[in-house]
């Protein structure tokens, strides 16, 4: 990302749902939209200033029967960081890990505790399919431990992070978007992990470049079919795949096309109708 201003598109629901408005995220998550925030009865969209297209967002509102018209305002970064310390919530997973930022007080510590700073990346864990992972990941506690992990399209790395603070040997985190790989980085030192969390930025075809016990994808369903092979290969035998970022009625094509590279399904999560597939290869 190159520039520090952004759009805030305020989607206006009616009748306002949590469901029509995660809906709604995970269309426009296919655009470069990157953060979100629910303002009942509005959604808050934010893109960056150069990726703005009107006709593109009109396209995915169409398919919305519920958004009822929307506005668009510049927002510098700055006051987006701001609007996040005004809403963010310490996020709780199973009374194990807890998720929170500096200027959250009084939190009860927990196993694993994470502290973080977005600077605009995705994943701040208030997500129902990356406390869907992270209940995942805790449940095949032993293959983490002592070996390999990829958290692929990584964002603010909290996966990777809680990878690496449950004993995993080496993590790599990867993401497309630069700030997220930098805030990546940075949360990886400020949680003192920084020395086994590996991160760049690029796509899929960095995978290439090592093989792992356990991948972390939470992503788009598009983003995971297409990728699926790629994570085939680099995924070592008897490994742990686990993906998210899509609902419910995603699973049978997720199951396809991973049962057509010989990856076995182990496991299905649902959370508020979002979906976690847990996949081994054998």
Known sequence: MNSQDYIEVAIRLDPFSEDAADILMAGLSELPYDSFVTEAPFLKAYIQREDYRPSDLKVILSG??????????????????????DTFEPVVVDGTVTIKASFNTGVPRTRFNIWI???????????????????QMLAIGPAIRGHVVLDMGCGTAILGILAAKMGAR???????DAVAARSAWGNARWNRVG??????CGDASLLQMGSYDVILANIHRNVILQDLPTYERSLRRGGHLLVSGFFEADIPAVRSAAESLGLTVTGRFLREGWACVTLRKF
């Open 64 to 85: 919305c029967p519920e958004a009822a018209g929307f506005s668009a305002v510049l927002v510098p970064a700055r006051n987006w960081n701001q609007a996040w310390e």
């Open 117 to 135: 700073d977005p600077k605009m990346a995705f994943g701040t864990g208030s997500h129902h399919t990356t406390y869907l992972m992270m209940q």
């Open 170 to 176: 080496k993590v790599f985190a990867v993401d497309i």
């Open 195 to 200: 020395r086994r969390v590996e991160t760049a």
